[in-house]
Every structure is written in structure tokens, then in C-alpha cells.
């Protein structure tokens, strides 16, 4: 079995020769989707380290961006149901949303008028959130320039409350909730559901002040 060391070289050579680089190359690619059992990995946080959400956010948009096009252009998505390609526009929009308060949330800033400018608008979104809507917040901790963690928010609309998932897979994991049902790996629940917001509670931006 090749290393990850020797998989990777042979793929870099590969690419240089055939003058593409493939996607699985991509930082972004093994942040969103490689297994954190592979070989000299030992955890997901390994594999986002050093790493930022708004890197992925960008590829996955655009990955759904190029399917969306060409599934409509050449006829991929016509076997499906209409409402598969209406999902995956959904999930475009909810990335693109999602880009714009990566772009725009003053990481590290410490002037309060950039966060409350940031806020203003970002609650506008928030306030116009209809029944059954959702939005992808991309959120973690910041302990110092070098030492930061990314985690992912998914807020719905659900009547007169919301509901948000905490989404980690890293720092803080040895909190979640784990099975040993399948040996050796030891799986941990990545995602916390939260349910029964009350509706004040999160329109009000004092909230989002020091969530985010």
C-alpha cells in the first residue's frame, strides 16, 4: 500500500505532465471530504489545520455552479426530478450567502463600528428568514493570529423559533458524543442540533455581537 507521502508525489507528477491539476489536490478537497483515518492523519483537525472555511466555500460553490450549468447545458440532471436541481441551487445559494460573511466579518478586528457595520447588514438577512429557510454561518474561535479553529452554523427558520447545528471537526470534538460501533475508528458526532429558539432571542444583534 503506497504512503500518503508516495500517493501524493505521484499525483503532483501526474498532473505536472498532464498539465491539470486534479481536484483532490486541493487543500479545500481534503478539508471538505478526506477521510481523517488516512494514513498519518490522526484527526480531522489535522487536516483543516492552518486552513480557513472560505477557501472550501468557494470550491464547493463553484463545483455545484459548473454541475448546475452543464447538468442543464448537456442534460446530466434530466433524468432527475425537478426538484433535485432546485436543491442544488438552493445549496449554491446558501455558499454564496455563506462567502459573503466570510468576506465581510472583520476576523481580528478590533474596531467595534467594522463589526457593528457588519452586523446591520448581516441581521437583515437574518430578520427576512422565511419558514423553512436556512443559512450556512461560517464561525469558530480565534485565540491569537496563528491559533485559530473554523466551525460551521446552520441556522433554520422554523415558525416562531429556530434551530442551529453546531457543526466541528476538530478542537473541542472530546466533548461531542462518541461511538466505538465501528472498529478500530472511534466516531464522534460532529454535528449538535440545538432546537426551539425563540425567535427574539436571535433577531436581537446583541446575540451575534458575541456569538460571532
Not at 503506497?2 to 481536484?23: G, H, I, M
Not at 472583520?106 to 422565511?130: D, H, I, N, Q
Not at 443559512?135 to 469558530?140: A, T
Request: hydrophobic content about 45%; overall charge neutral.
Amino acid at each position: 500500500m503506497l504512503s500518503r507521502q508516495d500517493s501524493d508525489s505521484a499525483e503532483k507528477k501526474s498532473a505536472k505532465k498532464n498539465s491539470f491539476r486534479p481536484v483532490w489536490l486541493d487543500n479545500a478537497y481534503l478539508a471538505l471530504f478526506a477521510d481523517s483515518y488516512i494514513d498519518h492523519f490522526e484527526s480531522e483537525a489535522v487536516i483543516v489545520k492552518d486552513l480557513t472555511l472560505l477557501p472550501s466555500l468557494l470550491f464547493f460553490k463553484q463545483t455545484l455552479n459548473y454541475i448546475i450549468n452543464k447538468g442543464v447545458e448537456e442534460g446530466w440532471l434530466a433524468p432527475l426530478p425537478p426538484q433535485a436541481t432546485d436543491q442544488l441551487i438552493v445549496l449554491e445559494r446558501l455558499c454564496e450567502e455563506s462567502i459573503w460573511i466570510a468576506q465581510n466579518l472583520p476576523l481580528g478586528s478590533r474596531s467595534e463600528e467594522e463589526l457593528t457595520k457588519f452586523l446591520a447588514s448581516f441581521m437583515v438577512k437574518v430578520v427576512r428568514m422565511a419558514e423553512n429557510d436556512q443559512m450556512l454561518i461560517p464561525g469558530g474561535w480565534m485565540k491569537s493570529a496563528s491559533k485559530r479553529h473554523a466551525m460551521m452554523y446552520v441556522l433554520e427558520r422554523r415558525g416562531r423559533c429556530f434551530r442551529m447545528t453546531f457543526i466541528n471537526l476538530g478542537e473541542g470534538l472530546e466533548y461531542h458524543p462518541i461511538s466505538a460501533s465501528f472498529p478500530p475508528k472511534m466516531k464522534q458526532k460532529l454535528a449538535f442540533i440545538v432546537d426551539d429558539i425563540p425567535i427574539e432571542r436571535l433577531i436581537d444583534s446583541n446575540f451575534w455581537f458575541f456569538f460571532i
